[in-house]
């Protein structure tokens, strides 16, 4: 089982920047797949980012050139760098990872970007 623990999501301006966090804990060998994803009120959760172990990355286009995905595979942790942020990002943000045999989810923090 992995457990994910986000931080890092606030209130800030459009055009600011905030930088999300997701540490990984529990029993498992190795982490394959790691994401983060978002939800906007009456809207679905929608893939943000993806970066694999080997740190290949995969963005929404709504986000590319403003957002950037890392992790640190000694950690266990994921980034969300998010950079010019819009009105339109604000969601709750939802960290993702996946194993051989599971797929988790964060609690979710919310990111609001006021205009």
Known sequence: ????????????QAGGSLR???????????????????????????????????GSTNYADSVKGRFTISRDNAKNTVYLQMNSLKPEDT???YC??????SSSWGQGT???ASS
């Open 1 to 12: 089982q992995v457990q994910l623990v986000e931080s890092g999501g606030g209130l800030v």
């Open 20 to 54: 999300l966090s997701c540490a990984a804990s529990g029993t498992f060998f190795s982490i394959d797949d790691m994401g983060w994803y978002r939800q906007a009120p009456g809207k679905q959760r929608e893939l943000v980012a993806a970066i694999t172990r080997d």
């Open 91 to 93: 969601a709750v943000y």
């Open 96 to 101: 993702n990872a996946r194993t051989l045999r």
């Open 110 to 112: 919310q990111v609001t």
